[in-house]
C-alpha cells in the first residue's frame, strides 16, 4: 500500500441520523484528501477522461448495455468525460452491478496514482459514495 496511510473519519448526518463516513487519506507526498471530494470532482469534470478505456471496458465485461464503442484511448478520453462515466457507475450500481460500478468509479481517478491508490483500497467507501447518488 505504498506509503500511503489512510485515516476513516466518521460523522454522523444531522438531517438523517444515520452514520456516514468519510475517507481521508495522505499520499505519497503527505497531502491529505478527502475520498468523497475525488469521487465528487470526477462526477462533475468535463476535462479529458484518462480512465475512459477503463470504465467502458469494466462495464462492456459487466454485460452492461449502452457502453459508448471502444475507440483509441485519446478518442474515447475525449467524448466520455467523467461526468458521464459517473453516471454509468452510478446507474450499473442502481441495477445491482456493484462491482462493477465500484471499478468504474476507480477508473476515474486512473490519472492520480494517490487518488487511485485510495479508492481502490476503500472500495466500500466508494460503494457508499455511488449509494448516495442514486
Sequence with gaps: MNSMRITSM???AAVSGTASADV???GQAGNAFS???QLDWCSRDHGFNEGAVCGANTLTNAGLSGVPAIAGGAILGNT???TNMMGAAVAASRTGQEDAA???AICCQIHNPDAHACLENNRAEVQRWLDAHH
Aim: net charge neutral; charged share 25%.
Design 10 to 12: 466518521l460523522f454522523f
Design 24 to 26: 481521508t487519506c495522505r
Design 35 to 37: 475520498l468523497d471530494q
Design 80 to 82: 466520455w468525460d467523467r
Design 102 to 104: 465500484v471499478n468504474v
